[in-house]
Nanobody, 120 residues
Framework: QVQVVESGGGLVQAGTSLRLSCTAS????????MAWFRQVPGKERELVAL????????IYADSVKGRFTISRDLYKNTVYLQMNNLEPEDTAVYYC?????????????WGQGTQVTVSS
């Protein structure tokens, strides 16, 4: 059983910063990649940023490039999302995803989500 737990959401003003944390745990869990997604009501969940555990390759959504930074702690199976210069459009529930490689396929585990609200 893999558990994914996020923390760090909240209500902030536009132009300020927030940092999200996410830890994946489980007796046999070894991360292949971890990522942050976000979702607003009525819209599909969208990728915000992803980091691969081996090599550290990173992908960002265009809308957050230059403002958000994803990083990882290999030993803690923890991923962080530093969000700077927040905009009201960043308001969403942010979900952490932890990917585990199983053979040639990937199993994704989701956290429960954390609300980020940016006021103008």
């Amino acid at each position: 059983q893999v558990q994914v737990v996020e923390s760090g959401g909240g209500l902030v003003q536009a132009g300020t910063s927030l940092r999200l944390s996410c830890t994946a745990s489980g007796r046999t869990f070894s991360a292949y990649a971890m990522a942050w997604f976000r979702q607003v009501p009525g819209k599909e969940r969208e990728l915000v940023a992803l980091i691969r555990w081996s090599g550290g390759d990173i992908i960002y959504a265009d809308s957050v490039k230059g403002r958000f930074t994803i990083s990882r702690d290999l030993y803690k199976n923890t991923v962080y999302l530093q969000m700077n210069n927040l905009e009201p459009e960043d308001t969403a529930v942010y979900y952490c995803a932890a990917d585990k490689r199983i053979g040639t396929s990937t199993q994704r585990y989701w956290g429960q989500g954390t609300q980020v609200t940016v006021s103008s």
